[in-house]
């Protein structure tokens, strides 16, 4: 049964989900994640589940930052702040976090492109 996620509405600006998680980004920056975090693909810096929005501020390397966009692959995420910088986390075993398979990264991390 869909849910009206209160937190949410009037400034939720997109949404996106995959492989047992999701994202949200509201008009001032701000992202949520929730559900299976195994690879670390929630950006809280652990492997756990969460079952409530829960918004990405204990990672140092997006305090402060306006992020405009968000895609969320299977096991992975990447951001793009307002000046243009790209943050990424989660799975890498195929190398689309940084470039070289087989280390998963459990913080944000920027990558420049």
């Known amino acids: 049964v869909p849910t009206i996620i209160s937190a949410f509405q009037g400034k939720l600006a997109t949404s996106c989900g995959s ?5 949200a980004l509201t008009e001032t920056g701000e992202v949520f994640s929730w559900g299976d975090g195994d690879f670390g ?4 810096g652990n492997s756990e589940r969460q079952r409530r929005p829960k918004q990405i501020e ?3 390397s997006l305090e402060g930052l306006f992020i405009e966009d ?3 692959g ?5 951001a793009m702040s307002s000046t243009g910088d790209v943050y990424a986390w989660g799975s890498n075993n195929e190398g689309q976090v940084i470039g070289n398979s087989g280390t998963d ?3 944000v991390t920027l990558h420049t492109l």
Do not use: F, N, R
């Open 19 to 23: 492989d047992g998680h999701s994202m």
């Open 58 to 60: 204990v990672v140092p």
């Open 70 to 72: 968000i895609a969320v």
């Open 105 to 107: 990264t459990y913080g």
């Open 41 to 44: 693909k929630l950006g809280h």
């Open 74 to 78: 299977c096991e992975h995420v990447l």
